[in-house]
């Protein structure tokens, strides 16, 4: 089995801090990592992946995420956030079985 | 661009009664997603379906039945609606494994 862990429940910073989402994982073979993004009332957006390759991906909007296996974990980092960022982001872990397994989600708070 | 379409957006229901909600998407994706979204718990996968008539159970079947007639949609039944269910359901849809997912806005169910 695998498990997505989110530490953080909620994060508050103000607007032009810079801000990292953290996402730890647990599974041994090779796995399939990505973020996405659920504004209030809405759906979740795909915001960047990470399967292989250089460590850290760019995504929309600014956000990036560095990959670490001795770590176990793919962080989510802004470097200066917008009041628009506000919203709650869930890391997702796939190992090919095309079963995607979501972690709790950190809601994020940009405070103007 | 494609789309995926949840009906109907808002379900309610008594307690013990059959309900059915329904998914369709017009991106021509293989594998279809059908999650429950608690408040504080993120997603959890109910069921998912990698081609037309396959189903397979995720972490959180028990109480749902799913059913793939076709490529496009993907419905899921409540079997005995209970109050404890209340939650929000999400659809989804992929190519892959190793591709962003799609989400739908989302199914609010209710049990009085």
């Known amino acids: 089995t695998q498990t997505v862990s989110q530490s953080d429940a909620h994060v508050t910073v103000f607007e032009g801090d810079s801000v990292e989402l953290r996402c730890n994982y647990s599974?041994?073979?090779?796995?399939?990592l990505s973020w996405y993004i659920q504004h209030h009332g809405h759906g979740l957006q795909f915001l960047l992946k990470?399967?292989?390759?250089?460590?850290v991906v760019q995504g929309v909007n600014g956000f990036e995420a560095e990959f670490s296996k001795s770590d176990s974990s793919f962080h989510l980092r802004k470097a200066s956030v917008h009041w628009s960022d506000s919203a709650v982001y869930f890391c997702?872990?796939?190992?090919?079985?095309?079963?995607?397994?979501f972690g709790k989600g950190t809601s994020l708070t940009v405070i103007p | 661009g494609g789309i995926i379409t949840q009906t109907p957006k808002f379900l309610i229901g008594q307690e013990g009664q059959k309900l059915t909600l329904k998914c369709q998407q017009n991106?021509?994706?293989?594998?279809m997603y059908w999650y429950r979204q608690d408040s504080g718990k993120g997603l959890r996968l109910i069921y998912y379906?990698?081609?037309?008539?396959?189903?397979q159970k995720g972490d959180l079947s028990e109480g749902y039945d799913a059913s793939r007639e076709k490529k496009s949609s993907f419905s899921l039944t409540v079997t005995s609606a209970q109050k404890n269910e209340m939650a929000v359901f999400l659809c989804?849809?992929?190519?892959?494994?190793?591709?962003?997912?799609?989400f739908g806005k989302g199914t609010r169910l209710t049990v009085v």
């Open positions: 989804a849809s992929t190519i892959g494994g190793d591709t962003e997912v799609f």
């Open positions: 599974y041994g073979g090779s796995i399939y």
């Open positions: 990470y399967y292989s390759g250089n460590p």
């Open positions: 997702a872990a796939c190992t090919g079985y095309q079963n995607f397994y």
């Open positions: 991106f021509n994706h293989d594998t």
């Open positions: 379906s990698i081609t037309e008539n396959d189903l």
